[in-house]
Nanobody
Framework: QVQLVESGGGLVEAGGSLILSCVAS????????MGWYRQVPGKQRELVAN???????????NYGDFVKGRFTISKDNARNTVYLQMNMLKPEDTAVYFC????????????????WGQGTQVTVSS
């Protein structure tokens, strides 16, 4: 089992910044993908950003198309903590942001599990 504890959401004005943090504990493989998704009511959960980490390769980072250079994901592997720096926030970024971690069993990146945090609300006022 993996436990995820998120922090850092809140209310911010358009153009402002927020930092989200997520600490993972429990059974985390050396090969994993950790990151953030978001969801608004009535829509599917979408990828914001994630980092694939393995002891055999450099970190691989993916961003949702809507990020467009505004957000930066980073990870402290020693602390199993992932951060999402969000700048130039827009009202359409308002959503519940969920931390996610997936463990992979081999170099083909076949994920064997999928864990979610409880979500943190980000509200951007216009």
């Amino acid at each position: 089992q993996v436990q995820l504890v998120e922090s850092g959401g809140g209310l911010v004005e358009a153009g402002g910044s927020l930092i989200l943090s997520c600490v993972a504990s429990g059974r985390i493989f050396s090969r994993n993908a950790m990151g953030w998704y978001r969801q608004v009511p009535g829509k599917q959960r979408e990828l914001v950003a994630n980092i694939k980490n393995s002891d055999r390769m450099r970190d691989s980072i993916n961003y949702g198309d809507f990020v467009k250079g505004r957000f930066t994901i980073s990870k402290d592997n020693a602390r199993n903590t992932v951060y999402l720096q969000m700048n130039m926030l827009k009202p359409e970024d308002t959503a519940v942001y969920f931390c996610n971690v997936k463990n992979a069993r081999d170099e083909l990146w076949m994920f064997v599990d999928d864990y979610w945090g409880q979500g943190t609300q980000v509200t951007v006022s216009s």
